[in-house]
């Protein structure tokens, strides 16, 4: 008898060093990407003030390191979310020192700033499930499979599906929801003409 394993649940440290104004915004579009990743947030660890800061002098990122070099089974994380490199480390010598302390952890990064962004204007209907969007960050058209709070899970014919935040799209119009019906329909064999 053959037992089907599956993976653990990523556990995963959100990192923020910002000021007063953005705390809210950062950290709820790092929780919205981690939940729509299906990861459990193990901590939000937030620093307030400028990122020349050394840091071992930043308490939320002490916090955050901690975190990052226990094992999961005791409450530690595997991986860190953030907003960016810079926001953690400054100088080149604080990203070497980064990426040795998630190398020796056997953890990872996921930083939102790594793929280019365009901003959407927020005054806008709400997306549906089954809507036609197109996420900016990709310029690719895709269809809603699922919405969890400001995350978008969007699929395409072909590809695995994948998250974007609802400020990174914007409604379809006619003509883009049109050619993704007809990418489906080429994709499954049928044709558009009419054979009587």
């Known amino acids: 008898m053959s037992t089907v394993q599956t993976s653990p649940r990523k556990r995963v440290v959100l990192y923020a060093n910002v000021a007063d104004g953005d705390q809210v ?21 937030i620093d307030v003030g400028p990122t020349p800061l050394p840091l071992r002098q ?18 530690g994380a ?29 953890t990872f990064a996921v930083f939102l700033d790594d793929e280019p962004r365009t901003p959407v204007p927020a005054a806008r209907e709400p997306f549906g499930v089954g809507a036609a969007v197109v996420d ?22 072909v590809g695995d599906p994948w998250d974007a935040l609802v400020n990174w799209c914007r409604p379809a119009t006619l003509g883009e929801a049109l050619s993704l019906t007809a990418f489906q329909k080429t994709e499954v064999g049928e044709t558009t003409e009419n054979h009587a």
Request: proline share 2%; with cysteine.
């Open 78 to 106: 595997d991986s860190l979310m953030a907003r960016s490199a810079a926001q953690i480390a400054g100088t080149e010598r604080e990203r070497e020192e980064l990426r040795n302390q998630l190398d020796e952890a056997h």
């Open 25 to 45: 915004q950062i950290t709820s579009e790092l929780a919205a990407l981690a939940a729509a990743r299906g990861w459990t947030i193990a901590a939000t660890c």
């Open 136 to 157: 900016t960050t990709r310029s690719k058209v895709a269809k809603i499979l699922a919405i969890n709070g400001e995350c978008l899970v969007l699929s395409r014919p």
């Open 58 to 75: 930043r308490p939320g990122w002490r916090e955050a390191a901690r975190l990052l070099a226990i094992d999961t089974a005791n409450g």
